[in-house]
C-alpha cells in the first residue's frame, strides 16, 4: 500500500509560521511521525513538499500506476489552483484534503477549495492530527476497495 503525502507552499516554515494558527511543530517532525505510524500500519509513505505548483502537479502526474492513495495540504494553492485539481483528477488517485487551521473559521478567500468536491473526505482544524486521521482513513478506504 502506497501513499503520498503532498505538502504545498509555506508549509515548510511550520514551526515558524503563525504558530497560534498552525503549531509549534515544524514539518519534518510531523512527517517524521507520520512515517513512523504508516511503517506501523504496513504502508509506504512518500513525501514532497514544495513553494512550486508545477513540481506538485509533476509529482502527481508521476505517482499515476504507482501510488494507491494521496493526503494533500495544497496550503494556499488550495484556493487559487485550478491545475492541481485537474492534476489530481487526471491520476484519479483517491486523496483526502487535510488543513492544519480551521479554514471555515477564517477569512471568507480560505472558505473556498478548488479540491474539496474531488476528494474523499477533508479534513481541517485539527492540527497535524489531521495527518494521522488521514493516513487511518486511507488504509480503511483501501482494504475496503479489495
Ligand atoms: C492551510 C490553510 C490555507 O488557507 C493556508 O494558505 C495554508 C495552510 C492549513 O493547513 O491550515 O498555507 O492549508
Given at each position: 500500500m502506497k501513499v503520498l503525502l503532498v505538502n504545498g507552499p509555506n508549509?515548510?516554515?511550520?514551526?515558524?509560521?503563525e504558530p497560534h494558527i498552525y503549531g509549534s511543530q515544524t514539518l519534518e517532525q510531523i512527517v517524521n511521525q507520520l512515517q513512523t505510524r504508516a511503517q506501523s500500519m504496513h504502508i509506504q509513505l512518500q513525501h514532497v513538499q514544495s513553494n512550486a505548483e508545477h513540481v506538485l502537479i509533476d509529482t502527481i502526474h508521476a505517482s499515476l500506476d504507482s501510488v494507491d492513495f494521496i493526503i494533500i495540504n495544497p496550503g494556499a494553492f488550495t484556493h487559487t489552483s485550478v491545475a492541481l485539481r485537474d492534476a489530481l483528477l487526471s491520476v484519479n488517485i483517491p486523496f483526502i484534503e487535510v488543513h492544519?487551521?480551521?479554514?471555515?473559521?477564517?477569512?471568507?478567500?480560505?472558505?473556498?477549495?478548488?479540491?474539496s468536491d474531488k476528494a474523499i473526505g477533508v479534513i481541517c482544524g485539527l492540527g497535524s492530527s489531521g495527518y494521522d486521521y488521514a493516513l487511518m482513513s486511507a488504509k480503511q478506504y483501501l482494504e475496503k476497495a479489495k
Open positions: 508549509l515548510n516554515m511550520l514551526g515558524k509560521r492544519l487551521s480551521n479554514v471555515h473559521s477564517r477569512e471568507p478567500f480560505r472558505q473556498h477549495s478548488y479540491l
